[in-house]
């Protein structure tokens, strides 16, 4: 399982790509992150090292900060996590008030 911030076509190993998102509440998002981390391990493509160090206190799991570029092929899931609302102020470490951390599980198929 992947633990990413952000979703792009150009993710994509090929075409057609089949995509399933599911938005989930924080608490199982941080619940499946657990066990995915102790049964196979996740891998971190969170390209923001402040996004990294909220998902890791958000999850309860170290979560790397590793901007690269990756494929997602068929079989692959991801736990996405997405900042919704207002503007970060520039080089913000917090999500600011009013804010949320959004979880959604995505599936390529």
Known sequence: ???I???S???MDKFPAN???????PDKAARLAAKMHKVKGVESYVNSADHARIFSETLGIDV???PEI???KGGDNA?????FSPEAPFGSKEIPEGGQL???LVEVR
């Not at 995509?19 to 509440?25: A, G, S, Y």
Request: net charge positive.
């Open 1 to 3: 399982m992947y633990i």
């Open 5 to 7: 911030n952000t979703l």
């Open 9 to 11: 076509i150009t993710m």
């Open 19 to 25: 995509l399933h998102l599911k938005e989930i509440k």
């Open 64 to 66: 790397a900060h590793r």
């Open 70 to 72: 990756f494929y997602m």
């Open 79 to 83: 736990l996405l996590g997405k900042y």
């Open 102 to 104: 959004r979880w959604f």
